[in-house]
Structures are given as C-alpha cells and as structure tokens.
C-alpha cells in the first residue's frame, strides 16, 4: 500500500493542525493505521493507532486528550487532529499501515513520505 501524508506546518502554541494520509494500492480496510514521529536527533516514537475498523484507538502518554486519530475507510484515508499544540510536539510525522493493533515502529511494513508539523511562537 502507498501512503501520501499532508497537512503539516507551523503553527503557534496552543493551536491545532489537522494531519490526513491517503492510502492507494491496497484494500486500506485490511491495515491498522498509525501516525509516529520523529524529532531532530530522536529516534521515530509512536503517536497512535487506529484498528481496521475504526472502533479502536490508542495512544501514547504525551498526547492523550489533545489528539485524535481517525479513518474513512471509504475514503481511504486517516487523519490526526492535533489540538493544543506544545513545541515538544514539534517533528516530522509519518503514518504507517501495520497489519497488526500495535504500537511498535518495527511492526508497520508501510510507510509515508512524512509531513513536518512546527509549534513555536
């Protein structure tokens, strides 16, 4: 499966951006989705996952209450609202198709271009 991740930009503290990712190739029903990112000098980090039919979420600790992963499956697409933006948010995000619920880096097989998102005043 191809990803296309858009949306990224730069954006003040306390704002909001909207990530999407359009998927081609493959039956995109058939991948959970993720988003992860990667700030300058860190290693990729897991931001959240979404299962095959949308009816599962997770994740991680830093961004839990302010971001959302969704999909359309129709659409084939899924998207990352991010609200109330921190300049430790600042990174490149990448979403990622994984036929597994997880949040290892290792177990997605497919991956995006990725999209950088800036939070700084």
């Known amino acids: 499966v191809q990803l296309q991740a858009f949306g990224g930009g730069l954006v003040q503290p306390g704002g909001s951006l909207r990530l999407s990712c359009a998927a081609s190739?493959?039956?995109?029903?058939?991948?959970?989705m993720g988003w992860f990112r990667q700030a300058p000098g860190k290693e990729r980090e897991f931001v959240a996952a979404?299962?095959?039919?949308?009816?599962?979420?997770d994740y991680s600790r830093s961004v839990l209450g302010r971001f959302t992963i969704s999909r359309d499956n129709a659409k084939n697409t899924v998207s990352l609202q991010m609200n109330s933006l921190k300049p430790e948010d600042t990174a490149v995000y990448y979403c990622a198709a994984s036929g597994q619920f997880t949040m290892r880096v290792r177990s997605y097989d497919y991956w995006g271009q990725g999209t950088e998102v800036t939070v700084s005043s």
């Open positions: 979404i299962s095959w039919s949308g009816h599962n979420t």
């Open positions: 190739g493959r039956t995109f029903g058939d991948y959970v």
